[in-house]
Nanobody
């Protein structure tokens, strides 16, 4: 089946770290750019990070730059988001999404993505 599945979410204290995984089935991620998005209750979905098909280009929201790192392992059909120095405002459901290259540079628009995972909950609280 055509599916993206996120895993690795959970409850952590401020300052701790967490790594999320996004694994694909039914598609081969070698041919897709991948974005991580998050959505908190009452808030719009926002782009967190992005990685191109080759992995040579990455992007981050200003709010997470320097704390989060995106990477991919195409042999495992998996993309990762390492989150360090977590803050309470990072609490949200995190989603991964895939899109074929479209010849555009913007990455924060959700409607540009073709496939979405079901989300994984990240809660940062003392």
């Amino acid at each position: 089946q055509l599916q993206l599945v996120e895993s690795g979410g959970g409850l952590v204290q401020p300052g701790e770290s967490l790594t999320l995984s996004c694994t694909a089935s039914g598609i081969t991620l070698d041919y897709y750019n991948i974005g991580w998005f998050r959505q908190a209750p009452g808030r719009e979905r926002e782009g967190v990070s992005y990685i191109t098909m080759s992995g040579r280009t990455t992007n981050y929201a200003d709010s997470v730059k320097g704390r989060f790192t995106i990477s991919r392992d195409n042999a495992k059909n998996t993309v990762y988001l390492q989150m360090n120095s977590l803050k309470p405002e990072d609490t949200a459901i995190y989603y991964c999404a895939a899109r074929r290259p479209k010849g555009v540079t913007t990455w924060t628009t959700a409607s540009l993505y073709d496939y979405w995972g079901q989300g994984t909950q990240v809660t940062v609280s003392s």
